[in-house]
Every structure is written in C-alpha cells, then in structure tokens.
C-alpha cells in the first residue's frame, strides 16, 4: 500500500487514524471556521491527524431548488482562511475540470464525487494537478474494480491516491456498507477512508426531513470499519445538523465527536498494533 502525504497527515502503511471531517457544503464563513477550530481542537486532545472538508458546491443535490454551496471562488476563499486561520489541510469536491486550476491552488486534497468516479476527463485533469486525490467509491461500481480510476490517476504520474469507501446500492434508495471492500480496494495499492455518515442516507427523502438519514447506526459502522482495518475515518459534522443545508438528517452533531472518536481511535491502535492497517 502506498503511503499518502497531506502536508505533515500520513495515511497508510501503518500510520495512525486520519479524520477527514466537517460540515457537507460551505454555509458561510463564520459557521466553518466554528466547526474547523471545534475539530482542531479535538483532534489535538485526541492525537488525531485531521484534514477538513467542506464542499463549496454539492451538483448532485435532489432538486434545482436545493441549497448547492457558495461556487467556486467564493468557497475558495472561505477554505483559504480556514488554513490561514488553523493550519489545517483542506479538502472539497471537485465537479468539473474546469474547476482544477482554481480548486489546486488552495486545496490540498481533490476529492472526486461517487457519481463521477469514472469521469475519465475528470480524473486525469484532477491528477495533473499533482495534488492528492480522494477518489469516492461509485455506489455502483465493485470496489476491485475501482483499480480503472486509481490507473487513471496513475497515468498522470500521480501515486497520491486515496479511496473512500461510502456504501453499495441495494435495492432502491437504500444504501449497504461491504466491509469486504476495505481490503479490497488497499489490495489496489491506496489507503482506504471509510464514510460513515453518506452511507446512513436514505435516499429519495430529502435531506432536510429527518427520515432521510439514520445517524445513529455511524457509531456502529464506525467501529466496524476499524475492525476490519480502514486507514482513515470520512465524517461530517456540525454543531446543528437540523439546521444545516445539505445533509441535515445524516450528519453527527458536534458534541458527540469526541466520544466516537476515542472509540474508534481505540479499536484502530488495536489491529494497527497487530499490522492490519
């Protein structure tokens, strides 16, 4: 397995849990600088290399009408202050390559969407940018089969390539986590994050109604997947998930990090300790 280098984060190969957390989309400055300094905080307390994410657009939203991000320069922006003001690596989605050249210049991590996980054009453009790439896990695809993405990254000359596992359709609008797929995708060769909170969605309900997600099956999952050996933890959080405007149904209010992180922090030093991870 490769290892995987965000400024000073090391994921992979034996290294420690890594956190990628924050609020689903950017909603204003002061709201994510709230959460960014809440998280920085806490993973300080807790020894937890964190990297923070927050989108600065979501195009695959249910309705025309639904609340979508700042766009692009503006969420720049507010991403910028966010390592101005913490220090910490900043990650967003990146919907189209003609986003990259902007979108390079302040993150440090490029994530591609799960709907866009084959977008060759994407894909290449992303890697050219020489940044670290999170690629989502396509709801879709079979995750050895994720290894086309990953050489498509590759192809560019960029090996900094993380996979992000966030569940398998089943059915309609209902979503499964295969924790087979965890070492499968290492076996390609990438450190694995496991997204705990997209995976609880339930989709087809909009995520403003509370039962279009069910947050309190994400410790569960959580725990499992460092069990089986994930490299890293994908979580969204804020401090008023029902107030939020993306998400609001699935994502895990602020206070109760610190309690899901020491457990998983926990059972991850303990099959890291057995040279799982």
Same mark, same amino acid.
């Given at each position: ?21 924050? #609020?689903?989309?950017?909603? /204003? ?19 937890? *290399? ?28 507010? @991403?910028?202050? =966010?390592?101005? +003001?913490?220090?910490? #690596?900043? @990650?967003?989605?990146?919907? +189209? %390559? ?7 210049? !302040? ?7 799960? &709907? @866009? ?12 940018? /020489? ?14 089969? %994720? =290894? ?12 900094? !390539? ?8 089943? /059915? ?10 965890? *070492?499968?995708?290492? /076996? ?10 997209? $995976?609880? +969605?339930?989709?087809? $309900? ?8 069910? *947050? ?17 933890? &994908? ?15 699935? %994502?895990? *209010?602020?206070?109760? %990090? ?8 926990? $059972?991850?030093?303990? =099959? ?6």
């Amino acid at each position: 397995m490769n290892e995987v280098k965000v400024g000073e984060v090391r994921i992979g190969k034996g290294n420690p849990l890594v956190l990628i957390a924050g #609020p689903c989309v950017i909603e /204003g400055e002061a709201i994510v600088l709230e959460i960014a300094q809440a998280l920085k905080t806490l993973c300080a307390k807790l020894e937890i *290399p964190l990297i923070f994410k927050a989108s600065y657009e979501k195009d695959n939203r249910g309705s025309e009408r639904s609340y979508k991000g700042p766009g692009l320069e503006e969420g720049l922006k507010i @991403l910028r202050k =966010v390592k101005e +003001r913490t220090g910490l #690596p900043v @990650l967003s989605d990146v919907h +189209r %390559m003609e986003d990259v050249d902007l979108a390079k210049e !302040v993150l440090d991590v490029i994530q591609i969407p799960a &709907f @866009l996980c084959q977008q060759t054009s994407l894909l290449l453009k992303a890697g050219e940018s /020489g940044k670290v790439i999170n690629i989502k896990k396509g709801q879709f695809i079979a995750p050895e089969n %994720m =290894v086309s993405a990953v050489k498509k990254i590759h192809s560019t000359g960029n090996q900094q !390539v993380l996979l992000t596992e966030r569940g398998t359709c089943f /059915g309609y609008n209902k979503l499964i986590s295969d924790f087979c797929a965890i *070492p499968i995708m290492q /076996g390609i060769g990438c450190p694995v994050i496991f997204d705990a909170t997209h $995976i609880v +969605r339930n989709y087809g $309900i909009p995520s403003e109604d509370p039962r279009g997600g069910s *947050p309190q099956f994400v410790p569960h999952l959580s725990r499992a997947a460092m069990a089986v050996g994930c490299n890293g933890l &994908f979580l969204e959080t804020h401090p008023r998930p029902a107030e939020a405007l993306c998400d609001a149904s699935s %994502m895990i *209010p602020l206070q109760e %990090m610190e309690d899901l992180l020491r457990q998983t922090k926990a $059972i991850h030093d303990l =099959v890291r300790g057995w040279g799982i991870t």
